[in-house]
């Protein structure tokens, strides 16, 4: 298995509070990705990072920032949480992209729930 | 539009027997690939079998097949002699592009349900 964590893995806050999730991967993996999940949504991509100081923004990035300062850590920041941020997020990591036709499996973390009141 | 759809929100199946998780895609891209996620209740995403837009023969992984059908569009799973361990929330992804940032698209999952 990827070795790959997240912290925390619940947390519950307050409307407006600043919230900032980690994700860890020892993997040295280039690629690392943040979604979140909700009921009748699947998985949607939040921010993704192709390298140290390299992101950039996916499919539900308003509301949300990102950092990476060393290939190992990817920080999700939620500036100031709302109720609709409440989620479950997961942090993910490949390889590299490859030439056509090729893959590389995503592995994923175990998730952070976050409950936003 | 939707990028992945999969149509079926629930889906029972006996065990021992065979079950199809539908899953159809849209792309422009002649380069993509094909994924499908388990999880299970505990919550984690595993990775069961993936199908690229060029492989001329469908995958197959142990009791998992995808059936891809490039011109329909469709990748559908399918799970031989179902177990009571299969029951899980099932997620159809698309990479799409040359896969330089290999970001992934997800429908909505369909629940399988394996009964005795």
């Known amino acids: 298995d990827a070795g790959i964590t997240q912290s925390p893995r619940h947390k519950v806050t307050e409307t407006g509070t600043p919230v900032t999730l980690r994700c860890h991967q020892t993997e040295n993996h280039r690629y690392m990705y943040w979604y979140r999940q909700d009921p009748g949504h699947g998985l949607r991509l939040i921010h993704y990072s192709y390298g140290v100081k390299d992101t950039d923004k996916g499919e539900v990035s308003d509301g949300y920032s990102v950092s990476r300062s060393k290939t190992e850590d990817f920080l999700l920041t939620l500036e100031s949480a709302t109720s609709s941020q409440t989620s479950v997020y997961f942090c993910?990591?490949?390889?590299?992209?490859?030439?056509?036709?090729?893959?590389?499996?995503?592995?994923f973390g175990p998730g952070t729930r976050l409950t936003v009141l | 539009a939707q990028k992945i759809t999969q149509t079926q929100p629930g889906m029972f199946v006996q065990e021992k027997e065979a079950v199809t998780l539908d899953c159809t895609y849209d792309?422009?891209?002649?380069?993509?690939?094909l994924f499908w996620y388990k999880q299970p209740s505990s919550g984690e995403m595993i990775f069961l079998i993936y199908?690229?837009?060029?492989?001329?023969q469908n995958a197959t992984e142990g009791r998992y097949s995808l059936n891809f059908q490039k011109a329909r569009k469709s990748a559908n799973l399918v799970i031989s002699a179902s177990q009571l361990g299969d029951s899980a929330m099932y997620f159809c992804a698309m990479r799409e592009g040359l896969g330089n940032t290999d970001k992934l698209i997800f429908g909505t999952g369909t629940r399988l349900q394996v009964f005795p």
């Open positions: 792309t422009s891209d002649p380069s993509y690939g």
């Open positions: 199908q690229g837009s060029y492989d001329q």
């Open positions: 993910a990591i490949s390889g590299a992209g490859g030439p056509m036709g090729s893959y590389n499996e995503q592995f």
